[in-house]
């Protein structure tokens, strides 16, 4: 336990790099389960396996470390309160229980186990997290972005729960199945993932004494349109024009809060230039632009029967699911990692690094290219083998990262 209770915040973030690692396996098995026959894997159970791990695992578990180091202004080599250190533990055994559960039994006993407990112990987390934020001496706006993360976490809970009830009775609709799934992931991708790393972004920011314009502005705009463009997600659901008006009207403004924090990034971008190491600040770059394409690709699924179409493609959805978890979240992290001391930049890190952004890069070309082929009906040879290897290159450069963590101690 008193080791336990001195686990530096460099250690929890290498940890998730290794968690990070594990994904990218199960990503390349399932790549490789469509090629070879591989007859003892349930490719289904892998998928939920790779998923659930991914969420909680990696991204839930870094974004917990890295706010309650803001929260509490932890620098890489502090270690977190006790009661966050106990509560990050408690995450990861439900993690990988969720991992192991998922990979045998799919949706079993041991699996929605470990998931229940995961959604308590984010309960405990925004709970303990709300309260301190109260008497944390760090940004104001850093602050209510966290706030509002915290909300959507919890929030995001209910598509769980009722795709719970569904499933225990018996209720096969496959449409609010669907429905339930879209708001765990909407809340999770653009509420809770989304808004904890503004919050760390704009914590940086206030320690470099940067400005950005038009703040206040840009965050409600985001906060109010996260809750109205869940309706993205199930335009195929019948809903009355006033609705649709509403949501059309949520997508332009978000655009315009994105427009203006780029424009605002732009006005400091010779002080960034200035502050960031190298390898930040091309990953902040390539965040960018991702997060504007997810942006646009947002906007032109505000038109029904696009929309209809692609969420019914199965290929258009893991690559837009893709992109914001791989090229926007992902990428951020680690660019956050190195911009705040708890990853080490040195060579085998910066080609680690490149190798990784060659992979993201690949893997949603491939993706989309495979999802216009499916449109056109058109299907273009050796697709599954070339996202097998851009998985690849995902997993080697996610391990030569997490191997230049290690040259020295951990």
């Given amino acids: 336990m008193t080791v336990l209770k001195h686990i530096s915040v460099r250690q929890w973030v290498v940890l998730a790099l290794f968690n990070l690692l594990l ?45 309650v180091a803001m929260v509490f202004n932890r620098k890489q080599h502090d270690s977190l309160p006790w009661k966050y250190q106990l509560t ?22 041991y699996s929605i186990i470990a998931s229940s407990a995961g ?50 009775s018996n209720n096969m609709d496959s449409r609010l199945q669907l429905a339930a799934v879209y708001f765990y992931l909407h809340f999770q991708y653009n509420g809770w993932f989304f808004f904890a790393c503004m919050a760390l972004l704009y914590h940086w920011l206030h320690q470099k004494d940067i400005i950005i314009n038009h703040s206040k502005t840009i965050f409600w705009l985001f906060a109010i349109t996260c809750l109205v463009n869940y309706l993205l997600s199930v335009l195929w659901w019948d809903m009355p024009i006033w609705l649709y008006i509403g949501l059309v009207a949520a997508v332009i403004a978000q655009s315009i809060a994105w427009g203006l924090w780029l424009r605002s990034c732009t006005a400091n971008l010779l002080q960034l230039k200035h502050l960031l190491v190298a390898v930040a600040k091309w990953l902040l770059l390539g965040v960018a632009i991702a997060a504007t394409i ?6 032109l699924s505000v038109i029904p029967s696009l929309s209809q179409l692609s969420y019914s493609f199965r290929p258009i959805v893991i690559g837009y699911l893709h992109l914001v978890l791989l090229a926007v979240i992902s990428l951020f992290v680690i660019a956050y990692g190195y911009m705040h001391g708890c990853l ?58 997490f191997l230049s963590q290690r040259k020295r101690h951990f």
């Fill in 23 to 67: 994904v990218a396996a199960l990503g390349l098995l399932m790549r490789l389960k469509v090629l070879l026959p591989l007859p003892s894997i349930n490719q289904k159970f892998l998928l939920h396996a790779h998923s659930h791990f991914a969420f909680s695992g990696w991204v839930s578990h870094a974004l917990m470390v890295l706010v």
């Fill in 344 to 401: 080490r930049i040195n060579r085998l890190a910066r080609w680690s690094t490149t190798v990784l952004v060659i992979g993201v890069i690949l893997n949603e070309l491939l993706l989309m290219t495979q999802g216009i082929s499916g449109l056109a009906r058109t299907p273009i040879n050796h697709i599954p083998l070339l996202l097998a290897a851009a998985a690849g290159i995902l997993l080697l450069g996610i391990m030569g990262i």
């Fill in 294 to 299: 997810k942006f646009i690709l947002q906007g």
């Fill in 88 to 109: 990050i533990i408690g995450n990861l055994l439900a993690s990988y229980g969720m991992l192991i559960g998922f990979f045998l039994q799919g949706y079993g006993l």
């Fill in 119 to 168: 959604v308590v112990i984010s309960y405990i987390f925004a709970a303990m997290c709300w309260r301190d934020l109260s008497k944390s001496n760090s940004s104001p706006l850093a602050r209510r972005w966290l706030r509002a993360a915290l909300v959507f976490l919890v929030l995001s809970s209910i598509g769980t729960f009722y795709l719970a009830h569904l499933m225990t």
